[in-house]
């Protein structure tokens, strides 16, 4: 059966430094916790104005919700004068869905409906194929809002686009894209393919640790039949001539057809096809994959955040910050001791963020806290990406607990000290 999951919203608790403090910035602090899905964005404001030079934590999951920080420098002058500090805290929909209809020959209807987001203010956009298509092909509606006992308000709301079916060839790919205003780049998007319906073809590119590291890949062909038969399945190059192919298996209605690429080939650019022959078809289908490369890379700039400790779990987050890279295929290993992290350890990437054209994500791993406190442990966050591997091979930051500054630690641990409590 399919798998249930709740949606819950933050509880936010602001934070402030303790005592008097010394020197001219003071650094205000927020803390949103129970919240899921992870897609939550911290925004701050003064008197309505964005203030971009803050610090976003990556969401720490903790049972079955999320727990996020965010923390901000400000002058203690503006903030003794009373200066209001806001925080909006910016939640993408927690359920993103196209809806498909063809209630007229010559014509299919989608529709796309976010549930919960926050704030208001959002935009919707179509894209067929990765291009957007003009707004005067579809129109967006609220659908409900609702309270919860937490005071945060919540939006739904819906978007319809309407396609003549001669526009839609075998594989073309409509997008819904949601993005709530006044919350940066963030984004959410929901992609349907259009099928011909004999079959589907879905192509998985190589993994970046293959190709940036061993120096070759696997691409997949997935052809998924819904009507028999197949009678061929095989990789051709742009000239149409026949390539070899790594592996080739039929598993019930699913036939699956590998063929390996190089790095070299990768790294130039190039164009494979997934070539489907069946009985209803009077020419072979031809599913295309492209890798393509001209465009000047951009190394990353790697940085490795403050740990956050868990003191419920007795563990510790470590983070690697890469940004400002183009291409977005990177690669972030992490290092033990120099070496390779074993698989009891918690390790994971986000997906590549889009800001300016250049991309950024975050690496992490998670470690016991008696293992963080080992002074003779080192920790280090390598990273592949295509401006480097033919030089440098990889970009490492190193942090251990003895070389690192404690009063850095960013502790998530809720029971106050006694010197922050109200008198």
């Known amino acids: 059966g399919n798998a249930l999951h709740a949606e819950f919203s933050p509880t936010v608790f602001p934070l402030i430094e303790c005592g008097s403090g010394?020197?001219?910035?003071?650094?205000?602090?927020?803390?949103?916790?129970?919240?899921?899905?992870?897609?939550?964005?911290?925004?701050?404001?003064?008197?309505?104005?964005?203030?971009?030079?803050?610090?976003?934590?990556?969401?720490?999951?903790?049972?079955?919700?999320?727990?996020g920080v965010s923390q901000i420098s400000v002058r203690r002058k503006e903030w003794n004068a009373e200066d209001?500090?806001?925080?909006?805290?910016?939640?993408?929909?927690?359920?993103?869905?196209?809806?498909?209809?063809?209630?007229?020959?010559?014509?299919?209807?989608?529709?796309?409906?976010?549930?919960?987001?926050?704030?208001?203010?959002?935009?919707?956009?179509?894209?067929?194929?990765?291009?957007e298509l003009p707004a005067q092909q579809h129109t967006e509606t609220f659908t409900s809002e609702r309270k919860l006992d937490n005071g945060t308000t919540l939006y739904s709301a819906a978007s319809?686009?309407?396609?003549?079916?001669?526009?839609?060839?075998?594989?073309?790919?409509?997008?819904?894209?949601?993005?709530?205003?006044?919350?940066?780049n963030e984004v959410k998007n929901t992609t349907y393919t259009h099928s011909s319906c004999d079959v589907e073809v879905t192509i998985?590119?190589?993994?970046?640790?293959?190709?940036?590291?061993?120096k070759e890949g696997t691409i997949i062909c997935k052809v998924y039949i819904n009507n028999p038969s197949v009678q061929s399945l095989?990789?051709?190059?742009?000239?149409?001539?026949?390539?070899?192919?790594?592996?080739?298996?039929?598993n019930g209605k699913l036939w699956t057809i590998s063929h390996v690429v190089t790095y070299d080939e990768w790294s130039k650019g190039l164009v494979r096809y997934c070539v489907v022959g069946h009985t209803n078809f009077y020419e072979p289908l031809k599913?295309?994959?492209?890798?393509?490369?001209?465009?000047?890379?951009?190394?990353?700039?790697?940085?490795?955040?403050?740990?956050?400790?868990?003191t419920k779990t007795n563990t510790v987050t470590l983070t690697c910050f890469v940004k400002d890279f183009f291409p977005q295929e990177?690669?972030?290993?992490?290092?033990?001791?120099?070496?390779?992290?074993?698989?009891?350890?918690k390790v994971s990437t986000t997906n590549p963020v889009k800001d300016n054209g250049s991309y950024s994500v975050y690496g992490q791993i998670t470690v016991d806290i008696d293992e963080w406190k080992n002074d003779n442990l080192v920790y280090n966050c390598a990273v592949y990406h295509e401006s480097v591997v033919n030089n440098t091979k990889a970009i490492v930051r190193s942090i251990g607990h003895r070389s690192f500054d404690k009063t850095n630690m960013v502790n998530l641990n809720m029971n106050i000290p006694e010197t922050c409590k109200a008198h």
């Not at 897609?39 to 999951?61: E, H, R």
């Not at 319809?160 to 940066?184: A, M, W, Y």
């Not at 990177?330 to 350890?345: F, K, N």
């Open 287 to 310: 599913e295309r994959y492209e890798r393509k490369a001209g465009a000047p890379t951009q190394r990353p700039s790697v940085f490795m955040l403050p740990p956050v400790e868990h």
């Open 22 to 67: 010394i020197g001219d910035v003071i650094t205000l602090g927020c803390l949103a916790a129970g919240f899921t899905p992870s897609s939550l964005t911290f925004t701050w404001n003064k008197k309505g104005v964005a203030l971009t030079d803050f610090i976003q934590y990556p969401p720490i999951q903790k049972d079955s919700s999320y727990t």
């Open 204 to 214: 998985e590119g190589p993994a970046m640790k293959d190709i940036l590291l061993k």
């Open 330 to 345: 990177v690669y972030v290993s992490w290092l033990v001791d120099d070496e390779a992290a074993a698989s009891t350890y």
């Open 234 to 250: 095989h990789w051709e190059n742009e000239k149409g001539e026949e390539l070899e192919a790594l592996e080739k298996t039929a």
């Open 160 to 184: 319809f686009l309407s396609v003549n079916l001669n526009d839609l060839p075998h594989s073309t790919r409509i997008t819904c894209e949601f993005q709530t205003k006044g919350c940066g």
């Open 84 to 131: 209001i500090i806001q925080l909006v805290t910016c939640q993408l929909p927690t359920q993103l869905r196209v809806l498909v209809s063809s209630d007229d020959e010559n014509e299919v209807s989608f529709s796309c409906f976010a549930k919960d987001f926050s704030p208001k203010a959002f935009e919707i956009k179509w894209l067929k194929n990765e291009v």
